[in-house]
């Protein structure tokens, strides 16, 4: 079936005039559902997505660009949004679609370290940061790893942004510690970190004391659904613990959904107490992201 997939959707990338329908149909499915027309183009090998936030560049059409490229935003910030100033940790950045928003949020002073270490996925979050000159994004290609084993990626050509990290892939990457970024940037402190990096968050247990001490903010998407194959992968509990011994308060007062397992995998921590009260978890049970990309547009633009 995968394959069936993969040969339809090539065919559609190399045919023009198929292409330019199916495009003209997503950008106007954007604007039935979410109230968005994104204007989607062809540049090079790359699609081009301008959504509410900037140009996303993607491999193929995606339907509902404004959903499928906006909607984590709501779970990733429910907790904490991005401010100005605000230096950030992005672990797992993709191609770059909340990478984008983080930098119109923390404004031209602040200051965004992203990693993605897939060869293709980085290239993707290079496209993102030069098509919207992003001018506060410093990409690494490296994964987190306080290992001093030699780390690959698998390379699965058809559906490369499912890889893995294994110890026998055919992708060398570069380890990376949170200890090692802090260093290289001079960091005296994060204000937020994100996670995102496909079971490796177990790495997180790791820092030092001293620089764990300098993060105010975090949210950490684990796996755990995803454990029925894959054992290594229980880490939400693990990860909780850890933070509550090193001063962190939990928050997870969002509803469990039964239809997106991944969603009930998320951390919300925190050391502010000033964000207490603050969240945003009711328009995350609701999965309104329409709502609260509003609230975000209106953020940036009193940036």
């Known amino acids: 079936m995968s394959n069936i997939k993969f040969i339809v959707k090539n065919f559609i990338r190399e045919n023009f005039i198929l292409s330019l329908v199916l495009s003209k149909l997503s950008s106007v499915s954007s604007y039935l559902f979410d109230g968005i027309f994104c204007k989607i183009q062809k540049y090079d090998t790359y699609w081009l997505h301008t959504c509410s936030f900037g140009v996303i560049p993607y491999w193929h059409i995606v339907f509902r660009p404004e959903e499928k490229f906006n909607e984590s935003n709501l779970v990733f910030f429910s907790k904490y949004i991005p ?49 919207n000159k992003l001018k506060n994004v410093h990409p690494e290609q490296k994964v987190l790893s306080y290992k001093k084993d030699k780390l690959f990626f698998s390379d699965l050509d058809q559906d490369w942004i499912k890889n893995k990290i294994s110890l026998n892939g055919k992708i060398e990457i570069n380890p990376i510690t949170i200890d090692d970024i802090i260093f290289k940037y001079n960091i005296d402190r994060i204000n937020f970190l994100k996670c995102n990096i496909e079971g490796s968050e177990i790495e997180l247990l790791n820092i030092g004391i001293d620089n764990l001490d300098k993060i105010e903010n975090i949210c950490i998407e684990c796996h755990d659904f995803l454990s029925l194959n894959n054992k290594n992968l229980n880490t939400f509990e693990p990860l909780i613990s850890f933070l509550i011994k090193n001063g962190f308060k939990i928050y997870q007062d969002y509803k469990k959904s039964k239809k997106y397992l991944h969603k009930n995998f998320y951390i919300y921590a925190s050391k502010n107490a000033s964000i207490e009260n603050n969240d945003y978890f009711s328009l995350r049970d609701k999965n309104n992201y329409v709502a609260f990309n509003r609230i975000l547009t209106k953020k940036i633009e009193q940036n």
């Not at 119109?104 to 098509?131: M, R």
Request: hydrophobic fraction near 45%; charge should be positive; charged fraction near 20%.
């Open 83 to 131: 401010k100005t100033n605000d230096i950030v940790l992005e672990l797992g950045a993709g191609i770059g679609n909340e990478t984008l928003v983080i930098s119109k949020l923390v404004g031209p002073k602040g200051k965004i370290i992203s990693l993605e270490p897939h060869p293709k996925v980085f290239d993707y979050l290079l496209k993102t940061i030069a098509f």
